[in-house]
């Protein structure tokens, strides 16, 4: 890439700055309907088969299957520009596209969202019983009513508290409106800026919660496509001594709390 031409050598022009990648040159795959979310309670596929045994975090990657993290260090940024992997260093999406906030192109902002790890986590991993049991307590309606006032909570304020924490990520945490916060990069304030452009030190403007607020619910409708209008009485699930138990043998326990993605896939590489 030089200095003053874009990719195909045409010189940047005001819309194609210098310090902004170019639009990939190669597109983002086609995805099937629902932009390919599996249903909220269906088995885990591929990569995220053994997904209990990785510790979730934002900038985990496995580049080697399509997934990457865009969440750049400063040195990075000056290196790379936006939209480039932090790991492979490839550009791989344009935020300068996915930051105007544009729901006429919601189909490619999902799918570019899905190139990330930690996004596509969450748009493909079943939920935890509790985010299941919180969606239909709720009914979709009251879910679907629910949504701007997390955003507002969790991200609205100039300054969040705790930012980069206040959003849970754990399925025995987690409630759907948080998985979709992460799906959709709402979860805190880094996210939102690097995906849609949404700057740090002020606080949203309604539009910008609008904006947000329907990119959960829509993924929320993807994942949760039989999720009746009303809420129905789900019993509160107690946890007995054997359960409790049983739980704290199954966490993750040593080096496994630093597992990448790639070593999930590839437990024997060197």
Request: glycine letters at 6%; charged letters at 25%; aromatic letters at 8%.
């Amino acid at each position: 890439m030089t200095g003053h031409h874009d990719d195909t050598g045409r010189p940047r022009t005001a819309a194609n700055p210098p310090d902004s990648l170019p639009f990939p040159t190669k597109p983002l795959p086609e995805l099937p309907p629902k932009w390919s979310a599996s249903a909220a309670d269906a088995s885990p596929e591929g990569v995220w088969r053994d997904f209990d045994k990785v510790k979730i975090r934002c900038t985990m990657t496995s580049c080697g299957h399509g997934l990457h993290c865009y969440r750049l260090t400063k040195k990075l940024a000056r290196l790379l520009g936006p939209g480039a992997c932090r790991e492979c260093h490839q550009p791989l999406v344009s935020l300068e596209r996915t930051g105007q906030r544009d729901m006429a192109d919601i189909d490619h902002t999902f799918a570019a969202l899905q190139t990330e790890a930690i996004r596509h986590y969450f748009w493909h991993v079943p939920f935890g019983q509790k985010a299941l049991d919180y969606a239909y307590r709720a009914g979709s309606r009251e879910l679907h009513a629910r949504i701007p006032r997390f955003v507002r909570s969790r991200i609205g304020k100039a300054e969040p508290f705790r930012d980069g924490t206040q959003t849970p990520t754990s399925r025995e945490k987690a409630n759907a409106i948080d998985y979709a916060l992460h799906a959709v990069a709402a979860c805190c304030r880094t996210c939102a800026q690097y995906w849609h452009g949404i700057g740090k030190g002020r606080p949203l403007t309604d539009a910008e919660i609008s904006y947000l607020s329907e990119l959960a619910r829509r993924y929320l409708n993807a994942r949760l496509p039989d999720l009746p209008e009303d809420g129905r009485y789900i019993p509160p699930r107690r946890r007995t001594a054997a359960n409790a138990h049983s739980n704290l043998r199954m966490l993750p326990t040593g080096p496994v709390l630093n597992m990448k993605v790639t070593d999930l896939v590839h437990p024997h590489a060197s």
